[in-house]
């Protein structure tokens, strides 16, 4: 069975510093991944997406992929009380079909 | 651009009864996926449409739960009769080809 694993937290940060958020997947032909945004009550947005192995930099987000440990990582660099929410990782399937971790709540502390 | 958009916000129903939740995706999206999220609990992949078809119903949980896509526009999710382990968020999301999804902001389902 896929699937997709997160940290369920909550991970606590203090304000300005770096959060750093963690998901592992069991689908090793796993090609496309995503991390989601969710705010208490809200809909998942999405946030950052990575296809190939190594950084991917957003803003203050860098998405970090690698398909040989079948890790991939979301970094918040200069963390803010905003950022404060429930953060999930998605894997897209070779069906085309997404593969969600029950997601990592994070606190930024101000 | 509008958004994928669903209806009901909240829903309230008791045991027993039927429910119909709607979703609109964003035009010209051919992919329509439900989701649910029940408390505590990852998301969950119901079925996925391309178009009017069904491509994927591994996820439907049990005959209870019925989908339609007409005209491969919006579609419907009709569960009936609801249980008590319906209640949950049910969410629906489109894409264009295999790109990321756009969600909708959920339908709230509570079966009393």
């Known amino acids: 069975q896929k699937e997709v694993e997160q940290n369920s937290g909550p991970l606590s940060v203090p304000e300005g510093a770096i959060a750093s958020l963690n998901c592992t997947y069991s689908?090793?032909?796993?090609?496309?991944f995503f991390w989601y945004r969710q705010y208490s009550g809200k809909s998942p947005e999405l946030i950052m997406s990575i296809y190939s192995n190594g950084d991917k930099e957003d803003g203050r987000f860098t998405a970090q992929l690698n398909k040989a440990s079948q890790y991939v990582s979301l970094l918040i660099r200069d963390s803010q009380p905003s950022d404060s929410a429930t953060y999930l990782c998605a894997v897209m399937d070779s069906n085309y079909q997404l593969i969600w971790g029950a997601g990592t709540k994070l606190i930024i502390k101000p | 651009e509008a958004g994928v958009t669903q209806f009901p916000s909240h829903s309230v129903i008791e045991k027993g009864q039927t429910v119909t939740l709607r979703c609109d995706p964003i035009?010209?999206?051919?992919?329509l996926y439900w989701y649910r999220r029940v408390m505590g609990k990852e998301i969950k992949f119901l079925l996925h449409?391309?178009?009017?078809?069904?491509?994927?119903e591994s996820g439907m949980p049990n005959n209870r739960f019925l989908a339609e896509r007409t005209g491969g526009t919006y579609s419907t999710l009709k569960v009936q009769p609801a249980e008590l382990e319906d209640s949950g968020v049910y969410f629906c999301?489109?894409?264009?080809?295999?790109?990321?999804?756009?969600f909708g902001n959920g339908t709230r389902l509570t079966v009393t």
């Open positions: 689908d090793r032909v796993s090609q496309s």
């Open positions: 035009s010209g999206h051919d992919n």
């Open positions: 999301a489109s894409s264009q080809d295999a790109r990321p999804l756009h």
């Open positions: 449409f391309v178009k009017e078809s069904k491509q994927d």
